[in-house]
């Protein structure tokens, strides 16, 4: 069962989230699957539980449910050895170079800080798209700990959220360098907490946080999916705040926005300075192009650069990638680029997602987003919480798909067609007037993009 989840999974979720677990026992079609302390338990439950049932019920049909107990698992000293090897054969480091790679990857990232040297603000664009995360940014520089504290950026996939929160560490990094600078990505923070309590190192943990001058934590919001992790990391949040140390947070929401996160940090959160990374408008969308192949010394058209810009919208990630391809193309082809030449790559590397969207996507990336299990998505509860997304997964099979509306009231639990139109004129109402839903269905559909 192992092996087939971790086909379906990344490679740091497995190893952070199943490798110590395993089952014990099958009874009355309840499996209990030992995990080794309480994080993994609600992680498991809240975001895998899916993945691992059909696992199992692939190998045996008998199984019904799924039950989760914290403890350890006595597994014979030589299928347990054996498993060892085969994690190393599967972990070998030569497999992670297919891992997503930056560009520029000469340019390595400090162990001490985590910071990657490429995220600096001279190659950092500001348009009115982000001004106002920027302009905070330069204040938490000129005043860390004192000012703006926290100082919590949101954002959409690809805005350049990761990009200034290191830059902002950097930069303090230049003008003070005996202060100690940490970059975590939530992820990472949570694994490093889950090893620590398996190996009964909390205090040193604590103790290689309490130390920092400058906190930077990456896309908070996956830490609202447990509640212990989200104690472990309030405790850890006082502790630097007290003390009058900057810390630095980045989401792909606004704290009202992110559903499960306790009040007590939503109200940490909120006291500090929110800002928003907006999307870039043509022009600033040009002249990231622009820098971008002045920094690669490169040169191309302006009218292709203008197509690019025109083509990508919404991820400035995207944006570069066009740019990428595009050069690369001539590199390889030993041609000039000319408009029609970037318009072939571009409309390939464009259309490619949108082959791969599926209703079911959208159902998982709705109810990942709002933290609704899609069970209730497509049931008939009428809770206000589960109202919206289901009306937005609604609106976005018939936008996005072209479904009919009978066949999109029928994948919600066999609702009757009208339904399913008021549901989407409704969402189509609200858009005319409401520009955060615009910016929410945006983010709903950078995470159907992304898998
Ligand atoms: P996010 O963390 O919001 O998903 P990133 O910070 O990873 O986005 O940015 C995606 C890519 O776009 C990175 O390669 C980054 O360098 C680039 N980028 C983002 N914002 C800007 C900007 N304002 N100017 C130049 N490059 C940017
Ligand atoms: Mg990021």
Same mark, same amino acid.
């Given at each position: ?51 691992? &049932?059909?696992? +199992? ?28 090897? #085969? ?44 001004? &106002?995360?920027?302009?905070?940014? #330069? ?32 930069? &303090? ?87 499960? +996160? ?23 969308? &040009? ?23 025109? $083509? ?6 995207? +944006? ?52 609704? $299990? ?78």
């Amino acid at each position: 069962m192992l092996a087939k989840i971790e086909l379906s999974v990344s490679k740091p979720s497995f190893l952070t989230w199943f490798q110590d677990t395993g089952i014990t026992e099958v009874q009355n079609g309840v499996a209990t699957v030992f995990v080794p302390n309480i994080f993994a338990k609600e992680w498991l439950q809240n975001k895998y539980h899916k993945t691992i &049932l059909h696992a +199992l019920r692939e190998l045996t049909a008998d199984v019904k449910d799924i039950s989760y107990a914290v403890g350890k698992l006595d597994v014979p000293q030589g299928q347990a050895l054996l498993h060892q090897s #085969q994690k190393r054969k599967r972990f070998s480091p030569a497999d992670a170079s297919d891992e997503e790679t930056l560009p520029m990857k000469e340019l390595t990232v400090n162990p001490e800080t985590n910071l990657n040297p490429r995220y600096t603000f001279d190659t950092f664009v500001v348009g009115s798209f982000n001004e &106002l995360a920027h302009a905070a940014a #330069q204040s938490v520089i000129k005043n860390p700990g004192s000012g703006y504290n926290p100082l919590f950026i949101y954002g959409g996939v690809g805005l350049g959220k990761t990009h200034l929160i290191q830059a902002i560490g950097t930069e &303090l990094l230049r003008q003070s360098p005996g202060i100690k600078v940490r970059y975590v990505p939530s992820e990472k923070y949570m694994t490093e907490v889950v090893d620590a309590l398996r190996n009964q190192e909390m205090n040193s943990l604590k103790d290689k946080y309490r130390t920092v001058d400058c906190l930077i934590i990456d896309d908070i919001q996956f830490i609202a999916r447990t509640e212990k992790m989200q104690e472990e990391f309030f405790h850890m949040f006082n502790t630097l705040y007290q003390k009058n140390r900057q810390i630095i947070i980045s989401s792909d929401r606004p704290p009202q926005a992110i559903a499960t +996160l306790e009040e007590r940090l939503r109200s940490r959160f909120e006291g500090g300075m929110i800002a928003d990374i907006g999307l870039p408008d043509f022009e600033t969308r &040009l002249l990231i192009l622009r820098t971008k192949t002045e920094t690669k010394k490169i040169t191309i058209p302006e009218k292709v650069l203008m197509y690019i810009a025109d $083509s990508v919208k919404t991820n400035i990630r995207e +944006l570069e990638g066009a740019l990428n391809r595009v050069v690369m193309a001539a590199k390889l082809s030993n041609t000039p680029i000319d408009e029609d030449a970037a318009k072939k790559i571009i409309t390939s590397h464009i259309n490619a997602p949108k082959k791969f969207l599926t209703a079911k996507k959208i159902l998982k990336a709705i109810s990942e987003f709002y933290d609704i $299990s899609e069970k209730e998505l497509t049931a008939h509860s009428r809770k206000k919480d589960v109202v919206k997304p289901r009306q937005i997964a609604m609106y976005l099979m018939r936008e996005e798909l072209k479904f009919s509306y009978p066949s999109i009231g029928d994948r919600f639990g066999g609702r009757d067609h009208t339904t399913a139109i008021h549901s989407c004129e409704k969402i189509a109402n609200n858009l005319k007037t409401n520009p955060e839903l615009e910016e929410e269905i945006r983010m709903v559909k950078d995470r159907i993009l992304l898998g």
